[in-house]
Structures are given as C-alpha cells and as structure tokens.
C-alpha cells in the first residue's frame, strides 16, 4: 500500500512561521506532481502549490510572497514553508501526489488526511 501523511501542523501566532511536510511511503515506482491545498471554516478546498517532479512549482497568487514550497525526492517529501502567518491562513492543509506504484504503470492521485493549521494570539 501506498500512503502519504501530513505533519508538522500546529498553532502558530500572527506573523510567525510553520513547515509542513508530507511524506509518500510503500512500494512507490515514481513521483509526479505533489501539491499542497487547504480548506479554512467553511470554505471551499482550495489550491495552494504545486511542484514537479523536476522541481518546477507554481504557488497561489494571494500567498506566494509568503509560501514556498519544495521537494526532497530522495525522501519522497514535500515541504511547504509558511511564513508571516495570519489568521486567515488558518486552515486544513491537505497534500496529495501523483503516484505510480511498482505495480501499475499509470499514475494515481493520493490525497493525505489533512493536518490541522491554526494561526491565532
């Protein structure tokens, strides 16, 4: 089985700073896209970033002077640094990959579980 798994969420105050991570593990072949999205109170999901398998990524607009996301493909994790926090950035961030495992030949979006981000004093 494959899965990918969310951590470092938390607590943080405005103005400060988070690292997300989110680790891909099992019989994994290959690595395409990874993405982050979130979803505040209420609220649609929504796009946060993306990042190819080459390392080319693409950030949401609202956030990108804030965000950054990258990859350690030796490790089959992706991060997503936070920076400047504000309440609004208060949400479930949920990372899903394109995978292909050693036993298919196509690949298949798996989505994490969520991990909780809250941005309060």
């Known amino acids: 089985q494959v899965h990918v798994v969310e951590s470092g969420g938390g607590l943080a105050q405005p103005g400060g700073s988070l690292r997300l991570s989110c680790a891909a593990s099992g019989t994994i072949s290959e690595i395409g896209f990874m993405f982050w999205y979130r979803q505040g109170p209420g609220q649609q999901r929504e796009f946060v970033a993306s990042?190819?398998?080459?390392?080319?990524?693409n950030v949401l607009d609202s956030v990108k002077d804030r965000f950054t996301i990258s990859r350690d493909s030796a490790k089959k994790t992706v991060y997503l640094q936070m920076n400047s926090l504000n309440p609004e950035d208060t949400a479930v961030y949920y990372c899903?990959?394109?995978?292909?495992?050693?036993?298919?030949?196509?690949?298949?979006?798996?989505w994490g579980q969520g991990i909780q981000v809250t941005v309060s004093s």
């Open positions: 899903n990959a394109d995978i292909r495992t050693t036993t298919d030949t196509l690949f298949h979006t798996l």
């Open positions: 990042i190819s398998s080459g390392g080319g990524s």
